[in-house]
């Protein structure tokens, strides 16, 4: 706005600068997630565990009658396999590190605006990749996937870009609440989502209304088109995709809007 | 006076837009898939559900934020002209074009119409439908939206006679509800959804409602209709009310992003609903469908005006000269645009070429028609309230007449590197800064001292833009710290910041490093910093003076211009901070400027080249070192004596007395009287001391004072 006559250009940091900002950002996140197993554990196991339950032994035999039960089932507890890494792993984070002071610090310091937001997405998203690959073994050791080679990378690809909106949904409950009450805020968001879009059982006619409203729906409907399951499809391919980049940039909005005033 | 034009810039734009859309979106009206033939001029052989889609967002909104700023202009000129005044102008620029409009384009249109119908129809066209026969059916065509303004301009001039004859008491608390309502729903976002309640309702009470069509366009009838009217008068009342608000248009301008985020969800949900069941059933979901719709007409009205206040803001001269013109352009665009649409309809061409083409065509001749025959004639000073000749002279007489913004110029001349100028801030009801002055002058080292709660980490904040003031102006390095080009020449060393456990005090330095542009090798920084033996320590090991260390490297790690270290040698050993005190000095023979907050008076007295003290939020000295010793003129005198303390400090020249078992410490402002007196009062007096005050005692001092 002001100070236009004063020569700015040898604080403005060239693209390759920036480029290696966002670099360094990224490698030291992914750093210190390997060097944090713990938290890495639970999160990996809980929908394997729930999986090889409910489908493999529970659901074991219906789906050897209806090959899209156990597309259906699959998707709904990979779902769970990428999207809690990322809700949990990250708000946990990012509302811990903010009451250590470490966004303010860095916003000071001036770290570019986006390269912790792109770090913990990047990280959040290979998380997720973690979680999910014993499901997909699993899944194709038990036989419950009944879909070819192509289907399964189609779907594979849904589901972990679909982490992202939730990589988002992390970033913008960790940036508005504070350290131990992230995972509870999550869970509150979280879990009403997982029944209400219909992603465990499908839903009445009466209650189609509301499901476009929770970004669970729209990644089980991108996965549901990924393996060409037509009975499950209930809106177009494109408005999914645009609902997940839609959630993607509204709730990362809230999250840098919130950072930038309060840190 | 200069903020009121830049809105009225924006506003400007808004309208603009608002008629621009306008066009674009009955461009698209050819290409809708599924419309049976003759609801339009043209149906074109390739439909496109994409412009279906980006048509229905468009039609959402655009006329009610038209009416919104239509309300907002129609307060403003009302004040400036009285209720005669605004009628005379109202006709000549409404009233008129409503009248001549019609009666030279209605002809066009019904032309343009028939040849397009017969090509629709290969040649053979049904007959015309009838107009249907009740009473005030008439053919307004586009221009409907002109007499919606005026019967909105009725209204609201037989509201303020009403309003007018109330007396003074009740007018004032109505003035006083209708301000802090505007405000507070637009501050709470309680505007966005509530502001659409009354269209939705009239919306759910037609008989006959398609998703698609909105608020139906009330161009068949003289006669108001209910949506129509509803809808656009509530739009128009708040922009009338937006308005008068003081601060309406500084929330929205905030708010912009919210409103617009807003606007999207609500959309996404239309746009579904749209696409599952075009036709509205009475139900649940008509109802959902009616309220969500107001929603978005009010999120997108909101946001975008919002939007505009924050970025268009400054005066442009070409967006001026689109706003000028877009009412015009409105005004002639149906018959261009759709003898295009008739032209083009039958080639096989994708919809995506035809579309551009048609539209670009049409600005083409609009705009083309408005630079040659309106901007120069009278039919410019009809609708714009001015002509421009056709051949500027030299200087351009719009941007001569139209008050330019201020250039932004630079209130930081080059004898400062951070300035704090007539600084207030407040948490809730507790101010933590009051009219605070503070100035850091290049190669400096400035002490801020005060005791807890004075507003010096405050003052820091601000510094490094982490929050904003209330009042006053904040600049670092010449411009605003809210700048990151300018938080590139800064260092930082932060109370109760822990940093990343996991991570080695190496790595910190080198993501710390990685944020600037030419930064100190890592190496450098760990040796600079003496922490080269804890580099390979994960950050979580280090004890509380070697964590501090550690931030000292990450402050100093991109050669900063300015450092800001606030409590820096709190926890450390007498080495570590003797280690501190050297690079600070090492810094400052550099060139580098320093802020430095501390507790330790014996650190500012050693480093400071300047001191300012905070207390309860004020700067309540500043200067030099000595000059701060000086200010206070205080000098310790202690003896042992056995003269009582309290009649001591009850002499002149004595400010303050202390007891310390057989000695007696005195503060006096003119100690040389004092002796004297002591030596007279008591002869006993022995082993006397006088000394200059240090600058603790001068801080003590100071700060009872403010006390």
């Given at each position: 706005?002001?100070a236009l006559?004063?020569?700015t ?17 990224t490698?030291?996140e ?6 944090n197993?713990?938290?890495v ?13 409910f489908?493999v032994?529970?659901a ?12 259906y ?28 002071g ?11 605006p986006?390269?912790?937001l792109?770090?913990?997405i990047?990280?959040?998203v ?8 014993p ?5 194709i050791?038990?036989?419950t996937l ?10 594979s690809?849904?589901l ?12 913008m ?21 997982c029944?209400?879009?219909g ?7 009466s209650?189609?209304?509301q ?6 729906f ?6 549901m088109?990924a ?8 809106i ?8 997940l980049?839609g959630?993607?940039v ?9 950072l930038?005033?309060?840190g | 006076?200069?903020t ?13 837009f608002a008629?621009?859309?306008g066009?674009a ?23 496109s ?7 229905f ?15 907002y ?11 005669r ?9 409404i009233a008129?074009?409503l009248?001549?409009?019609w ?27 009838e107009?249907?026969k ?7 065509t ?6 919606q ?22 007018k ?11 405000s ?17 309702a ?34 128009f ?18 708010k912009?992003?919210?409103n617009?985020a807003?606007?999207v969800i609500a ?19 008509r ?12 999120a ?33 665009h149906?018959?261009?645009v759709?003898?295009?649409q ?7 061409l994708?919809?995506s070429v ?6 670009v ?10 630079h ?6 009278f039919?410019?000073?009809l609708?714009?309230g001015?002509?421009?000749?056709l ?7 719009a ?5 330019i ?21 407040k948490y ?8 605070v002055?503070?100035?850091?002058r ?6 801020v001292?005060g005791?807890?709660?004075?507003g010096?980490t ?8 982490l ?22 020449g ?7 910041v822990?940093m990343?456990k996991e ?15 030419n ?8 040796h ?8 390979d320590?994960p ?5 509380g ?9 990450v ?6 211009r300015?450092?800001?270290l ?31 907050t501390?507790h330790?008076l014996?650190?500012?007295e ?12 004020r700067?309540?000295a500043?200067?030099?070192v ?6 206070v ?7 042992e004596?056995s003269?009582d ?14 007891r ?18 002591l ?13 200059e ?6 801080f ?8």
């Open positions: 706005m002001n006559t004063l020569d250009r040898s604080d403005l940091l060239p693209p390759r600068r920036a480029l290696a900002a966002y670099l360094t950002e490698r030291f992914f750093m210190r997630m390997l060097r197993p713990t938290l554990i639970p999160v990996v196991l809980v929908p394997l565990a729930l999986y090889l339950l489908a032994v529970i074991g035999e219906a789906i050897a009658k209806d090959a899209s039960l156990g597309v089932l699959f998707a709904a507890f990979a779902v769970m396999a990428v999207t809690m890494p990322a809700l949990f792993g990250i708000s946990a984070s990012l509302a811990l590190e903010r009451e250590m470490l966004m303010r610090l860095k916003r000071a310091q001036p770290a570019p986006g390269s912790w792109v770090a913990k990047v990280c959040g290979v998380f997720c990749v973690l979680a999910y690959l499901m997909l073994a699993a899944a050791l038990a036989g009944p879909l070819d080679a192509g289907q399964i990378v189609l779907i690809l849904a972990i870009a679909g982490s992202i909106p939730f990589c988002a949904l992390g970033l409950i960790g940036a508005l609440v504070k350290g131990s009450a992230a995972p509870g805020y999550a869970n509150l968001i979280y879990l009403p989502g029944y209400l879009s992603m465990f059982f499908p839903l009445p006619a209650m189609h209304w499901t476009p409203v929770w970004p669970q729209h990644i089980t409907q991108l996965a088109y393996a060409d399951v037509t009975k499950h499809q209930h177009p391919v494109q408005m999914a995709i645009a609902a980049v959630f993607t509204l709730f990362s909005a809230v999250a840098i809007w919130r930038a005033r309060k | 006076m200069n009121d034009s830049q809105r009225l810039h924006s506003l400007d734009a808004v309208r603009g008629l621009l859309l066009v979106f009955h461009a698209a009206l050819s290409f809708m898939p599924g419309w049976p033939p003759g609801i339009w001029a043209m149906n074109d052989n390739s439909p559900q994409f412009l279906s889609d980006a048509g967002v468009t039609h959402i909104f655009r006329m009610s934020l038209f009416f919104f700023i239509a309300g202009f129609a307060r403003l000129l009302y004040h400036k002209l009285g209720a005044g605004f009628w005379a102008n109202r006709g000549l620029r008129v074009p009248v001549a409009g009666v030279v384009l209605f002809p066009i249109i019904g032309y343009v119409w028939t040849a397009g119908i017969t090509k629709v129809f290969g040649g053979a066209p049904p007959a015309m439908p107009m249907p009740v009473p005030g059916a008439f053919p307004l586009h221009l409907w939206f002109l007499y303004l005026l019967t909105l301009y009725v209204a609201v001039t037989l509201l303020r006679a009403v309003f007018e004859r109330m007396g003074d008491a009740p004032q608390k109505l003035r006083a509800l209708a301000d802090a309502g505007i507070g729903a637009l501050r709470l976002n309680i505007g966005v959804f509530t502001f659409g309640i009354p269209v939705a009239a919306l759910v009470s037609l008989p006959i409602w398609f998703y698609w069509q909105g608020i139906p366009t009330p161009d068949q009838s003289l006669i108001p209709q209910l949506p129509a009217t509803v809808g656009f008068f509530t739009a009342v708040i922009g009338w009310l937006v308005n008068r608000s003081s601060d309406a248009l500084t929330i929205l301008a905030k912009w992003w919210v617009l807003f606007a959309t996404g949900w239309l746009l579904h609903v749209v696409h599952t069941t075009p036709m509205a059933t009475p139900g649940t979901t109802t959902v469908y009616a309220y969500v719709f107001g929603v978005a007409i009010w997108w009205s909101l946001g975008l005006t919002g939007a505009a206040l924050r970025f268009l803001s400054n005066y442009s001269a070409v967006r001026r000269y689109i706003a000028d013109a877009s009412y015009w352009i409105y005004l002639a149906l018959p261009v759709a003898a295009f008739v032209w083009a309809g039958h080639w096989p994708h919809w035809k579309y551009p083409f048609i539209l065509a049409s600005f083409a001749v609009l705009f083309l028609s408005y040659l025959l309106v901007r120069p004639s039919i410019g000073q609708l714009n001015r002509k421009y000749p051949r500027k002279p030299k200087q351009d007489p941007a001569a007449s139209v008050p913004s201020p250039l932004p110029h630079d209130k930081g001349n080059g004898s400062s590197v951070a300035t704090l100028r007539g600084i207030t801030k809730g009801t507790n101010v933590a800064l009051s009219g002055d503070i100035e850091l290049p190669g400096e080292l400035l002490a001292l005791p807890n709660g004075a010096k405050t003052a820091i904040s601000l510094w490094l833009g929050t904003e003031p209330d009042a006053g102006e904040v600049t670092l390095l010449g411009g605003s710290p809210q700048q990151i080009d300018r938080r590139r800064l260092g930082v060393m932060m109370q109760d822990e990343y991570l080695k005090v190496r790595e910190l330095v080198a993501l710390a490093s990685s944020y600037y542009t930064p100190l090798p890592v190496e450098d920084t760990l600079r910093s003496g922490i080269t033996a804890l580099a320590k950050y979580g090991k280090l004890s003076g070697q964590k501090r260390q550690a931030q000292f490297a402050a100093i790690c991109g050669r900063p300015v450092l800001f606030d409590e820096p040698t709190v926890g450390l050993d007498v080495q570590a901070r003797e280690l501190l005190w050297l690079n600070v000095r090492i810094l400052l023979a550099e060139g580098c400027s320093i802020v430095l501390t330790y014996e650190e500012a050693s480093l400071a080249s300047r001191v300012a003290v905070l207390a309860r939020g700067v309540i500043s200067g030099s000595d000059e701060m010793r000086a200010l003129a205080r000098r310790q005198i202690s003896c004596t003269l303390a309290g009649a001591v400090r009850q002499w002149s020249g004595v400010s303050e007395t202390r310390d078992g057989a000695r007696l410490n005195i503060v006096a402002t003119d100690a040389e009287a004092v002796v004297r007196r030596l007279t009062e008591d002869s006993n007096l022995r082993r006397l001391e006088v000394r005050a240090g600058l603790a005692e001068a003590t001092a100071l700060t009872r004072e403010a006390a």
